[in-house]
């Protein structure tokens, strides 16, 4: 029996504030499962939408050593292009791509980088 493959296309990643990163696609915050909205963060003190605060962050970090959470509350636009940069990667190299049981099927989801043509 082969999965569902769902496919999650991402041409930017965004932060509003230290250890909070967003994913967009056409200037629109991506909510489609599994990489759904959150819309508040506890641990960041962040009121609006966003995909990972800073306990995400420090959760992925064990798994993806590149992404971290910022421990400082300086910094914040060097850690921020460090964790875009970071992202990117992981999207693009395809580390990101895994198998989830989503709404009781299996599925394979895929982060895809686009890159957009400006002519």
Same mark, same amino acid.
């Given at each position: 029996?082969?999965?569902?493959?769902?496919?999650?296309?991402?041409?930017?990643? $965004?932060? %509003?504030?230290?250890?909070?990163?967003?994913?967009?696609?056409? %200037?629109?915050?991506?909510?489609?499962?599994?990489? !759904?909205?959150?819309?508040?963060?506890?641990?960041?003190?962040?009121?609006?939408?966003?995909?990972?605060?800073?306990?995400?962050?420090? !959760?992925?970090?064990?798994?993806?050593?590149?992404?971290?959470?910022?421990?400082?509350?300086?910094?914040?636009?060097?850690?921020?292009?460090?964790?875009? $940069?970071?992202? !990117?990667?992981?999207?693009?190299? %395809?580390?990101? =791509? !895994?198998?989830?049981?989503? =709404?009781?099927? =299996?599925?394979?989801?895929?982060?895809?980088?686009? $890159?957009?043509?400006?002519?």
């Amino acid at each position: 029996m082969s999965n569902e493959e769902i496919v999650i296309e991402i041409d930017k990643v $965004t932060s %509003g504030k230290n250890n909070v990163i967003s994913f967009e696609r056409k %200037g629109k915050q991506i909510d489609q499962p599994p990489l !759904r909205l959150k819309a508040n963060s506890v641990s960041s003190k962040y009121k609006y939408h966003h995909h990972f605060d800073q306990a995400d962050l420090a !959760r992925l970090q064990n798994q993806y050593p590149s992404i971290y959470p910022n421990r400082y509350e300086s910094g914040i636009d060097d850690w921020a292009a460090v964790m875009k $940069t970071a992202f !990117r990667k992981l999207i693009e190299s %395809g580390q990101l =791509d !895994r198998a989830y049981r989503l =709404d009781g099927r =299996d599925v394979e989801v895929k982060y895809v980088w686009i $890159t957009e043509n400006k002519h």
